[in-house]
């Protein structure tokens, strides 16, 4: 089996990696944003801290060494966490360290400096920026650090909150997208349906029409003008059908009356006589196939004129009783009928066509079974009406039997061997389905084959007294 994939799920699929993307890009942007930004930000704070740093070197340019240094531990003491140290051009300290952490940190080499440097130093598992800033003028160099874990924390947090709602926006998205597109493409659901359910028996039906002036509206307008005109061109090939079958039955049955005025002359030569009945035969054949084509031309048309009346079935299949047991014994058959007297089978319907679809079953029990062979015929009648026609003849095989009831379809063993056009199955089913009734098939080849036509039976059915039935099942045959 084929898996239909369908439209919204890969509408939604793209639609979600198209958005994923979206998203992992947007959240990165933001991220190296905020990055930079906190560490500009940091930066500018140890610009500030320099200016006021040197600012205070400045102001105690003159003090006594120990009240300087004193105010430089103070200074460094008020920059909660920073590190600062003041070196000489020629690395050793102009200052001594403010704290222990500042003597172990791994300042960045000093070297000869003419601009402010910053980089990023990892001390004792911390992130610190670090500005070094050289003072010419005083020949030192100011090192100053700053920890940057709160801006990685704050980071952290903003990277945790991309990890959850980058997927919950995409889920909701999805199912959201999903949702939409499914309710967008419902008319193509309906149209598909409907679509299916229109074959060249129904070819009037139309799809229907979405109110959404869009592509669907289009495409089922144009479905449907496409239904018009296929069903235009195939009423004019039923209506030709029709035509031809009714105009060929003229002049056929004058071949024939001709053919038979001249049989009756005793004087015809053999040959003659035999090309004669040959064309007698044979005109009865073109006959019979002329009125089967006839029957299912004005089927298709609507145009058979049938004439539905509370029917007992038991009545047609005893009235047709002598013809089939006729049929059975010109092939050399025995009939086995049996009606359930039990109640009668009333079924709404046209008794000849009833009559023609009963006959149509036993001529081919008779035709598709080898002499002697046993054609039963029985009727029942409970919730339905079943009438069954089995024979133990050649049965049919598994791959012919989806085709039996197509027109011209005879199955390869019945071609060249016995009579027929592969009509009679096609009426057959055309007058169970005016009759609301099902026909099916049970058959195995080289044991027999039994045809069951159930009809629904007419409510007003009464039960029969079952003495009067006296419980049996009386004897067709
Ligand atoms: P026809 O009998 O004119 O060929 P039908 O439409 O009546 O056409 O039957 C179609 C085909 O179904 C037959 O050709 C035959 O192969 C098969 N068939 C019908 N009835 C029987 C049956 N009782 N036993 C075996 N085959 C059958």
């Given at each position: 089996?084929?898996?239909?994939?369908?439209?919204?799920?890969?509408?939604?699929?793209?639609?979600?990696?198209?958005?994923?993307?979206?998203?992992?890009?947007?959240?990165?942007?933001?991220?190296?944003?905020?990055?930079?930004?906190?560490?500009?930000?940091?930066?500018?704070?140890?610009?500030?801290?320099?200016?006021?740093?040197?600012?205070?070197?400045?102001?105690?340019?003159?003090?006594?060494?120990?009240?300087?240094?004193?105010?430089?531990?103070?200074?460094?003491?008020?920059?909660?966490?920073?590190?600062?140290?003041?070196?000489?051009?020629?690395?050793?300290?102009?200052?001594?360290?403010?704290?222990?952490?500042?003597?172990?940190?791994?300042?960045?080499?000093?070297?000869?400096?003419?601009?402010?440097?910053?980089?990023?130093?990892?001390?004792?598992?911390?992130?610190?920026?670090?500005?070094?800033?050289?003072?010419?003028?005083?020949?030192?160099?100011?090192?100053?650090?700053?920890?940057?874990?709160?801006?990685?924390?704050?980071?952290?947090?903003?990277?945790?909150?991309?990890?959850?709602?980058?997927?919950?926006?995409?889920?909701?998205?999805?199912?959201?997208?999903?949702?939409?597109?499914?309710?967008?493409?419902?008319?193509?659901?309906?149209?598909?349906?409907?679509?299916?359910?229109?074959?060249?028996?129904?070819?009037?039906?139309?799809?229907?029409?979405?109110?959404?002036?869009?592509?669907?509206?289009?495409?089922?307008?144009?479905?449907?003008?496409?239904?018009?005109?296929?069903?235009?061109?195939?009423?004019?090939?039923?209506?030709?059908?029709?035509?031809?079958?009714?105009?060929?039955?003229?002049?056929?049955?004058?071949?024939?009356?001709?053919?038979?005025?001249?049989?009756?002359?005793?004087?015809?030569?053999?040959?003659?006589?035999?090309?004669?009945?040959?064309?007698?035969?044979?005109?009865?054949?073109?006959?019979?196939?002329?009125?089967?084509?006839?029957?299912?031309?004005?089927?298709?048309?609507?145009?058979s004129q049938l004439a539905f009346e509370?029917v007992?079935?038991?009545?047609i299949?005893?009235?047709?009783?002598?013809?089939?047991?006729?049929?059975?014994?010109?092939?050399?058959?025995?009939?086995?009928?049996?009606?359930?007297?039990?109640?009668?089978?009333?079924v709404l319907g046209d008794y000849s066509a009833l009559n023609r679809l009963?006959?149509?079953?036993?001529?081919?029990?008779?035709?598709?079974?080898?002499?002697?062979?046993?054609?039963?015929?029985?009727?029942?009648?409970?919730?339905?009406?079943?009438?069954?026609?089995?024979?133990?003849?050649?049965?049919?095989?598994?791959?012919?039997?989806?085709?039996?009831?197509?027109?011209?379809?005879?199955?390869?063993?019945?071609?060249?061997?016995?009579?027929?056009?592969?009509?009679?199955?096609?009426?057959?089913?055309?007058i169970?389905?005016v009759h609301?009734?099902?026909?099916?098939?049970?058959?195995?080849?080289?044991?027999?084959?039994?045809?069951?036509?159930?009809?629904?039976?007419?409510?007003?059915?009464?039960?029969?007294?079952?003495?009067?039935?006296?419980?049996?099942?009386?004897?067709?045959?």
């Open positions: 089996m084929i898996a239909h994939r369908s439209i919204s799920l890969r509408l939604t699929t793209w639609f979600s990696s198209v958005l994923f993307a979206g998203l992992v890009l947007f959240g990165a942007i933001m991220w190296f944003n905020l990055d930079h930004t906190l560490t500009s930000s940091r930066s500018r704070t140890l610009e500030r801290r320099v200016d006021r740093l040197l600012d205070l070197l400045r102001d105690t340019a003159s003090d006594a060494p120990a009240d300087r240094v004193r105010k430089f531990q103070a200074f460094a003491d008020a920059t909660g966490g920073g590190l600062i140290e003041v070196f000489h051009t020629d690395g050793s300290r102009a200052l001594p360290s403010p704290t222990a952490a500042a003597r172990a940190f791994p300042w960045p080499p000093i070297g000869p400096l003419t601009a402010d440097r910053f980089s990023e130093v990892t001390f004792q598992s911390q992130p610190y920026r670090v500005l070094v800033h050289p003072v010419s003028s005083q020949a030192i160099i100011v090192c100053l650090a700053a920890p940057l874990e709160a801006n990685r924390q704050l980071l952290g947090t903003f990277s945790v909150g991309l990890l959850w709602s980058i997927p919950a926006v995409l889920a909701v998205s999805a199912l959201g997208g999903y949702a939409l597109s499914r309710k967008a493409l419902k008319p193509v659901d309906q149209i598909t349906a409907a679509t299916r359910s229109i074959s060249v028996s129904n070819l009037s039906d139309r799809l229907p029409v979405p109110e959404t002036r869009d592509e669907l509206q289009r495409l089922s307008e144009t479905c449907n003008a496409m239904l018009a005109r296929l069903e235009s061109a195939v009423t004019e090939i039923k209506r030709f059908t029709g035509d031809a079958s009714h105009e060929l039955r003229n002049p056929v049955s004058f071949v024939r009356t001709t053919a038979e005025l001249a049989l009756r002359n005793r004087h015809i030569d053999p040959a003659s006589r035999q090309a004669f009945e040959g064309i007698v035969a044979e005109c009865g054949k073109a006959n019979q196939l002329l009125k089967d084509m006839l029957t299912l031309a004005r089927a298709d048309t609507g145009s509370p007992d079935l038991a009545e299949v005893r009235a047709a009783a002598p013809k089939a047991r006729l049929l059975a014994q010109d092939r050399g058959h025995s009939l086995v009928g049996s009606v359930d007297d039990a109640r009668p089978a009333m009963l006959l149509i079953l036993l001529d081919n029990a008779a035709k598709y079974t080898p002499a002697p062979g046993t054609i039963r015929l029985t009727l029942e009648a409970a919730e339905q009406v079943r009438l069954t026609v089995a024979d133990n003849g050649i049965g049919i095989s598994p791959a012919d039997l989806p085709h039996i009831f197509e027109r011209f379809y005879r199955a390869d063993p019945s071609r060249g061997q016995v009579e027929g056009s592969g009509l009679g199955l096609s009426i057959a089913l055309w169970a389905n609301q009734a099902s026909i099916s098939v049970d058959s195995a080849e080289n044991r027999g084959s039994a045809f069951t036509v159930a009809f629904p039976l007419l409510a007003s059915a009464p039960r029969r007294d079952q003495s009067a039935a006296g419980g049996a099942l009386a004897r067709v045959g």
